[in-house]
């Protein structure tokens, strides 16, 4: 089922962290890119429930975040969550922290409980690590162990910020080919345009709080189409530019030399950048979805 957003908005005094924004989020894996400050937590804070919106309403397969404690409390159950920063108790195991994630999702059933923090464990490779405690995994491991939580009860909404902070290439890899095999809405917060362009199926950015892009990765990549080229010097007025591997440059956007320079594939990275360097028409959002 999908999770709505209806004109839902945040401010903090006169300070407005998320425009009024209206989104519907289907199955499938969805990132959300964007600069600090862009209000891309908030967003995430909202949908979770861990922040209350100003205006507007969220629903979580058919269930309201912002209505009664009930309907929020269902809301819940189908949300799994993995905030940026993750403070693990002190003291406990792998396996013991998940359970204790499980247990305040309400597992009351402990013989299928402990089975299912089995299987989110194996899922991001630490089963082998079940008993082990917390201080004496690396950082990479404390992470994946963070996504299992995340994992518990196959969520409906999948909320993860920044997943991939702290994971080598194997892990990132690994988690790539978990998150694309899930049947649910996956919503990728994150500063690695290689993940968006290798997993995602749509893409949002979120720029001083307002929806600058909606659409497919294709979609954005157009954004930089015949805009990316590759020659000896940078191309004057370019957004963006640096010395390759091979020695030549790299120049996003701007005016390349006549005869010089050749025109590229254009990155995720590269269309992001264009983007972010466009005045925003009116407010108006780029993209076609509701």
């Not at 600069?35 to 919106?53: H, I, Q």
């Not at 080919?177 to 917060?189: D, E, K, N, Y």
């Not at 530019?241 to 590269?270: H, N, Q």
Request: glycine content about 12%; aromatic content about 4%.
């Amino acid at each position: 089922m999908s999770t709505t957003l209806r004109d839902v908005s945040k401010s903090y005094g006169r300070t407005v962290a998320l425009h009024p924004t209206t989104l519907t989020l289907g199955t499938g894996v969805i990132g959300l890119l964007g600069p600090n400050g862009a209000g891309k937590t908030t967003m995430l804070r909202l949908l979770s429930s861990a922040l209350a919106p100003t205006t507007g309403s969220i629903r979580v397969a058919g269930h309201a975040v912002t209505g009664s404690h009930a309907e929020r409390t269902e809301a819940r159950r189908r949300i799994g969550y993995l905030p940026q920063e993750v403070v693990f108790p002190r003291g406990m195991t792998a396996a013991g922290f998940v359970d204790y994630v499980a247990v305040l999702k309400e597992w009351r059933d402990t013989p299928a409980r402990h089975r299912e923090v089995r299987r989110v464990l194996d899922l991001v490779g630490l089963g082998d690590r079940a008993t082990v405690r917390i201080r004496a995994l690396s950082g990479g491991q404390r992470r994946r162990l963070a996504i299992a939580q995340a994992l518990l009860g196959a969520p409906d909404l999948l909320i993860l910020d920044e997943p991939t902070t702290g994971l080598d290439p194997e892990q990132r890899a690994s988690l790539r080919g978990i998150l694309s095999a899930l049947t649910c809405t996956v919503l990728i917060s994150t500063h690695q345009t290689e993940d968006v362009s290798a997993l995602c199926d749509r893409v949002i950015v979120l720029d001083a709080g307002r929806t600058r892009f909606d659409g497919t990765v294709a979609e954005l990549l157009a954004v930089a189409a015949g805009r990316v080229h590759q020659g000896p010097a940078p191309s004057e007025g370019a957004v963006g530019t640096w010395k390759t591997g091979t020695g030549l440059v790299r120049s996003v956007g701007g005016t390349p030399e006549p005869g010089t320079s050749i025109a590229v594939d254009p990155t995720v990275e590269d269309a992001y950048l264009l983007l972010r360097a466009t005045p925003a028409r009116g407010g108006a959002d780029q993209g076609a979805h509701a």
